[in-house]
Nanobody, 126 residues
Framework: QVQLVESGGGLVQAGGSLRVSCAASTRTFSTYFMGWFRQAPGKEREFVAAISRNGGSTDYADSVQGRFTISRDNAKNTVSLRMNSLKPDDTAVYYC???????????????????WGQGTQVTVSS
C-alpha cells in the first residue's frame, strides 16, 4: 500500500506561479512512475503531467506544456509540479498518483495508476 499526500496548493493571481508537492510513504518509490491529474468543478479528471521511475522521461498535457514542470526526488520520496504563468482555467483540485506498470506503455489515463492522493486545491484568480 502506498499513501500519497499532496501539499502546496493555494490561491494565486493569474500569471503567477505555484509549486505543489506529493510525499509518498513507501520504500519502493523509485519503482513507480508518477503523475499529476486535476479536476475542476463539473469536469472530469484530466491528465496534467507524468514522470518515469528514474525521472528521465516526462510528458505533459498540451494545455500545460511549456508552463508546468514535473520533477521527482527518489531519495526523498517526493514528486513536485512547478506551475508557471497560471491561468484561471488551471483552477482545480490537483491529485498525484503512482503507477506500478510501465510508463512507456501508458501514463495519461486514470486507469494506469494504482494509488492516489487526496488532492490539493489550486485556485487562480483573474
Amino acid at each position: 500500500q502506498v499513501q500519497l499526500v499532496e501539499s502546496g496548493g493555494g490561491l494565486v493571481q493569474a500569471g503567477g506561479s505555484l509549486r505543489v508537492s506529493c510525499a509518498a510513504s513507501t520504500r519502493t518509490f523509485s519503482t513507480y512512475f508518477m503523475g499529476w491529474f486535476r479536476q475542476a468543478p463539473g469536469k472530469e479528471r484530466e491528465f496534467v503531467a507524468a514522470i518515469s521511475r528514474n525521472g528521465g522521461s516526462t510528458d505533459y498535457a498540451d494545455s500545460v506544456q511549456g508552463r508546468f514542470t514535473i520533477s521527482r526526488d527518489n531519495a526523498k520520496n517526493t514528486v513536485s509540479l512547478r506551475m508557471n504563468s497560471l491561468k484561471p482555467d488551471d483552477t482545480a483540485v490537483y491529485y498525484c498518483a503512482a503507477g506500478a506498470g510501465n510508463f512507456y506503455s501508458g501514463h495519461s489515463t486514470s486507469r494506469e495508476y494504482d494509488y492516489w492522493g487526496q488532492g490539493t486545491q489550486v485556485t487562480v484568480s483573474s
